[in-house]
């Protein structure tokens, strides 16, 4: 009753109009904090903070700090554990059951931080439950990528002289443990046995000058002022780092710098042909995006609209891909790709002894006609002209070309990484 007789009072928030939060509030600056209610937050907020992150807890708890063990330590737990049936073991089984659900990514990680072929061996960090019931590799293998794939490009020529050597690896039998066979004690039979030596390339000390005291480092350049940390997140290599990587990445890298070879073959166009539902020749399938039952409607067909073009004709796909409005009845979610790139004319050089500028003669042909050279009267001219002797031409004391003007033209067409 007095709700309803109290005419000034506010409205209740569900039967405001949208928008409206409540009557206008009058803004009143804040004001300036004392120097001793500073003081009591800090003091309140270091308290809490403390609690916080304090190793002790409440019950007694306390949460001890936990040191790097040597590796025998983790060694010794796995080699008493090989056998479970013991009944000293009996309490730990749950906690082997419930590891399980860990598996895949502990097998991810060691698969992650496997040694690479030019790496001999490799030490990680690990992270193990005290039952021995899972270990993980407590490492994240980071790279830097143009580094990275000069590495594998060095091990593919590699690969193919130890396809006709075979100096390191040997064909396996499957499966290589019978099933009631125990499992190979690490320290045992691992531990003293020398590893077979890394796979390296020989690199020259004169054209590998820029990689060769790091090339094969477990972590290259990780200390440089080239990278901003182990962390591998920014890198910024000079030029003649780069060109050597490329060089020696060339393996693993494509030729191809014209971007019309992809005409219709990029994920412009694919995105396009699975909302169309269609297929390029030659090109991925794709579930319908959108389905033909959904967008039918009876009103409207292509024989009663007036806007509607009718091609009589088989229209084919490339089309429907290429012109999506033109050639489509619902060009739903379509992707319009480039039509055409400028033409690129630039020619990888396979000699690295050519100059920087030369006339290829794969663009460049220069027929041989033998014909009469018949020399062209010139206008006579009464005055003899002649330029003052302090004229030069521009740019006469700057070089043509570098050492390094190849490597950066050969680097600005380079793709990605490089």
Do not use: C
């Not at 040191?67 to 060694?75: A, I, K, S, T, W």
């Not at 009876?298 to 409005?325: G, H, L």
């Not at 006469?396 to 033209?409: F, R, S, V």
């Amino acid at each position: 009753a007095r709700s309803r007789s109290n005419s000034k009072m506010a409205a209740a928030p569900w039967l405001r109009p949208p928008g409206v939060t409540g009557p206008p509030q009058m803004f009143h600056p804040p004001q300036p904090v004392s120097e001793d209610r500073l003081q009591e937050k800090a003091r309140k907020w270091q308290q809490l903070q403390s609690r916080r992150y304090s190793e002790k807890r409440r019950f007694g708890f306390v949460e001890a700090q936990k040191d790097d063990m040597p590796p025998e330590h983790v060694r010794k737990i796995v080699r008493d554990h090989g056998d479970m049936s013991s009944r000293k073991f009996r309490h730990d089984k749950r906690v082997y059951l419930g590891a399980l659900k860990y598996m895949p990514h502990a097998v991810f990680k060691l698969l992650e931080n496997m040694p690479m072929p030019w790496e001999q061996i490799r030490d990680v960090k690990v992270i193990y439950h005290i039952t021995g019931a899972i270990t993980f590799v407590n490492e994240i293998p980071w790279v830097v990528e143009p580094i990275y794939i000069a590495q594998w490009g060095t091990m593919w020529i590699m690969m193919r002289r130890e396809k006709r050597d075979r100096r390191h690896f040997k064909r396996m039998r499957f499966p290589p443990f019978d099933d009631e066979e125990p499992p190979l004690d690490y320290g045992d039979n691992i531990l003293d046995v020398e590893p077979l030596e890394p796979i390296n390339m020989d690199l020259d000390e004169d054209e590998d000058a820029a990689v060769f005291e790091w090339f094969y480092d477990h972590r290259p350049l990780a200390k440089s002022k080239f990278l901003n940390g182990v962390t591998y997140r920014k890198w910024n290599l000079p030029l003649n780092v780069m060109s050597t990587l490329y060089r020696l990445a060339n393996q693993l890298l494509t030729d191809l710098v014209d971007d019309n070879y992809f005409y219709l073959f990029d994920m412009k166009s694919f995105f396009t042909a699975k909302a169309l539902n269609v297929a390029i020749p030659g090109g991925p399938k794709f579930e319908p995006l959108v389905r033909d039952r959904d967008m039918q409607d009876e009103d409207w067909n292509e024989f009663n609209d007036i806007n509607k073009i009718i091609i009589r004709s088989q229209v084919r796909t490339e089309y429907r891909i290429a012109f999506p409005y033109l050639y489509n009845s619902l060009p739903l979610f379509v992707h319009l790709s480039w039509y055409h790139y400028p033409i690129a004319v630039f020619i990888k050089t396979e000699d690295p002894d050519l100059p920087a500028f030369y006339f290829d003669p794969l663009i460049n042909p220069i027929s041989q006609r033998r014909e009469i050279k018949v020399e062209e009267p010139l206008p006579d001219d009464s005055d003899d002209f002649v330029l003052p002797e302090q004229v030069v031409p521009f740019l006469k004391e700057t070089p043509l070309y570098t050492d390094n003007t190849a490597n950066g033209i050969a680097l600005l067409w380079a793709p990605r990484p490089f």
